[in-house]
């Protein structure tokens, strides 16, 4: 980055900075990956000043000959990838591939039917206070006592609101998703049954986890979490689909673009062909298999520990801990972490009693760890790194009132920048981390 480094001192460092953290620090969050060199190398290139408005072979612009030519190899790419007949890879992000979607397919009044946030689904999945909920009519979805999908329940509340949309997918579950299973209640009521993957695409590509495709009409997934590249999105449309409307894909695509955006980022595109690329090899596969051994090997660990985990444990690449039984906060408990150079999320639990910023539960996954080569082994040594920040801070839960809450929230984050036990932590983290540096 010579030219930065001249350029821009200050933004600079800062990115240098990032660098050593994230080599020196264990990252956990299940929705971070560490992409491929030539992923960084398509993101960071020349296609950044380009626009692009329109699609290949239909643009607004001049001069789109290689833009088209690299969006057209990501769309074939996604299709032979997923297998799918259709793609969209112009969508920003996540959240607004799903608002094009609903814009595609509902009229502003139709009934969603989602997995509720704070059991462990998205906020476009119908949430009160996203778009999704403010919209359209949300009915949520929650999970059984056993921390699982309960069918009947999802079934009896499609046949009582006829949804429109009912979503599969998740942010925080740890369990497999029966697609088959949720197809068989979107047919008996008609409804277009649409599959968020974001979390779990590079599993499916890998064999790791169930496709969805033979059985639903929809799929988005983001490209930067398992799938390891840019942050980006895909829409997707399935036989199943354009059996159901054979313009299907054509209205998704007039959602995207003129409906919800501008031009596409042509450089994230080009990255997203080369992460898709990169997705179809043998070596992929066997990296999909590893983060979800990887992912029981952790649980397994936590669990020898006494943590309590939604589930019991997981069967993908993501662990939900509820720590009420530890007597901390969520928040407290992800601060500590990160003192000790561990990097996780602070996350509601299903029925929760504390509020969204100070949760009772965390939220881990081992799709960073994996790709920098660690192993089940190396995930017992995470689990006892835990666990002794744990104990270092347990047995102090936040209080009920909101004020006082703010102030013991303080006093215990001041507390653990004093406690040597995190600090220790995180010198042996940093010499673990040079075993298995970051691409």
């Known amino acids: 980055m010579k030219a930065l480094k001249r350029t821009d001192l200050e933004i600079y460092e800062i990115i240098k900075e990032e660098d050593k953290r994230q080599q020196n620090t264990l990252q956990l969050i299940p929705s971070e990956n560490h992409t491929s060199a030539a992923v960084m190398e398509a993101l960071g290139s020349s296609l950044t000043n380009k626009y692009s408005e329109g699609y290949p072979k239909k643009r607004y612009y001049q001069g789109n000959k290689f833009a088209d030519q690299a969006e057209l190899l990501a769309i074939e790419r996604a299709k032979k990838l997923f297998g799918v007949p259709h793609a969209n890879v112009q969508p920003y992000s996540g959240s607004p591939a799903n608002t094009a979607l609903y814009f595609a397919l509902l009229n502003p009044g139709d009934t969603i039917l989602g997995l509720s946030l704070a059991f462990g689904g998205h906020l476009t999945h119908g949430a009160p206070v996203s778009l999704s909920g403010k919209y359209f009519k949300s009915v949520q979805y929650t ?11 999802i079934e009896k ?92 894909g054509a209205k998704i695509d007039k959602a995207v673009f003129p409906g919800l955006q501008g031009g596409p980022h042509d450089n994230q595109t080009a990255a997203i062909a080369v992460a898709l690329k990169e997705a179809s090899s043998v070596s992929f596969k066997k990296y999909g298999q590893q983060v979800v051994e990887n992912a029981k090997a952790l649980a397994a660990g936590l669990k020898e520990h006494g943590f309590d985990m939604l589930g019991g444990g997981t069967d993908n690449h993501l662990i939900l801990i509820d720590l009420r039984n530890k007597g901390v906060s969520g928040a407290i408990a992800a601060y500590a972490l990160e003192v000790a150079g561990i990097i996780t999320n602070k996350n509601s639990v299903p029925n929760d009693p504390m509020p969204p910023f100070y949760p009772s539960g965390l939220r881990i996954g081992t799709p960073a760890m994996t790709t920098r080569g660690m192993k089940t082994r190396e995930m017992k040594k995470v689990a006892d790194w835990m666990h002794r920040v744990i104990e270092a801070v347990k047995d102090q839960p936040l209080p009920d009132d909101r004020e006082e809450r703010k102030v013991e929230y303080r006093r215990q984050r001041k507390m653990i920048d004093k406690n040597r036990e995190p600090q220790k932590i995180a010198r ?4 673990f981390c040079r075993r298995f540096p970051t691409p």
Do not use: C
Request: net charge positive; aromatic share 4%; hydrophobic share 35%.
């Open 428 to 431: 042996e983290i940093k010499e």
């Open 143 to 153: 999970l059984g006592e056993d921390g699982r999908l309960d069918f009947d329940q």
């Open 157 to 248: 509340l499609a046949k009582k609101h006829k949804p429109k949309i009912i979503v599969v997918g998740t942010t925080a579950y740890p369990g497999t998703l029966d697609f088959k299973r949720f197809a068989k209640i979107a047919d008996s009521v008609n409804a277009h049954l649409h599959a968020d993957i974001s979390h779990i695409a590079g599993l499916i590509v890998a064999g790791a986890h169930p496709d969805p495709a033979p059985h639903v009409h929809t799929i988005m997934t983001t490209t930067h979490k398992t799938l390891r590249g840019p942050r980006g999105a895909m829409i997707m449309t399935t036989e199943k689909g354009l059996k159901r409307d054979h313009e299907m």
